[in-house]
């Protein structure tokens, strides 16, 4: 029975490190500025309206790229159209896609480069600083846990570092990324126990909190059946 005490009591500070950790955080979701967890102060809507010459859209030979296409579809990229191709298509965007990129007018496959990041990038970003590195990452990248694809990231010389995420197969826009979104994921990373950062609560430190959760329920229902087998419980008589 010792053992079952000693093994409560330590498990009950384990648990209340974490409860606090919970109310702290939870507390400062609740005073946060929403206008900065976002990360987006500047970032504007891309443009997606263009006009489309449709007599000179080629027609692409999906058999000539050897991989099966799952879907295709018209997009604009820098006021140009393009087909983009899924071979590999998930259910969510974040999941690992296969993309191909193919010129609508000249029918040319197009591998996004550093310099066509770099200006997809800019035609998001609002503000006046000047881009001050572009590289390619592939996952798991920290700004962005749930990312699977390879990415460009952009970064601009800016008062809040911000950083630019874009596909690096699709060219689509993932995300902005700045020093005040990465203070807020800082306090989401530490409320769902994702000290993995793998971008979710599903994850075995949650499974194992879970546990010890039960342990500690478990040795305090012991210990309470043997104190009252012990007569430390009495019902006072009025």
């Known amino acids: 029975m010792k053992s079952i005490r000693f093994l409560h009591k330590w498990l009950s500070i384990v648990v209340a490190i974490q409860l606090v950790i919970w109310l702290s955080s939870g507390l400062f979701f609740n005073l946060m500025d929403g206008s900065k967890a976002s990360g987006n102060q500047n970032r504007h809507r891309v443009t997606t309206n263009i006009t489309i010459d449709h007599q000179e859209l080629v027609k692409v030979d999906l058999k000539l790229l050897n991989k099966e296409t799952q ?42 480069d550093q310099l066509m990041a770099k200006t997809i ?12 590195s572009v590289q390619k990452l592939v996952a798991p990248i920290d700004d962005i846990p749930k990312e699977q694809n390879a ?55 949650v499974v194992f909190f879970s546990f010890l959760m039960f342990v500690l329920s478990l ?16 019902i006072a008589k009025g």
């Open 151 to 205: 990415v460009w990231q952009v970064n601009i010389d800016d008062e809040i570092n911000t950083s630019i995420y874009l596909d690096a197969g699709s060219g689509k826009i993932i995300s902005h990324i700045n020093d005040d979104k990465r203070f807020v994921d800082f306090f989401f990373m530490l409320h769902f126990m994702d000290y993995g950062n793998v971008g979710n609560f599903n994850n075995w430190q």
């Open 71 to 112: 879907s295709m579809k018209l997009i604009n990229l820098l006021g140009q159209p393009y087909y983009l191709l899924n071979h590999h298509q998930r259910l969510y965007r974040h999941f690992a896609n296969d993309y191909s990129l193919i010129n609508a007018y000249t029918g040319e496959t197009v591998v996004i």
């Open 219 to 234: 040795t305090g229902f012991i210990w309470v059946i043997d104190l009252a087998r012990k007569g430390r419980y009495r």
């Open 121 to 132: 990038a800019l035609t998001s970003y609002s503000g006046l600083a000047k881009v001050s």
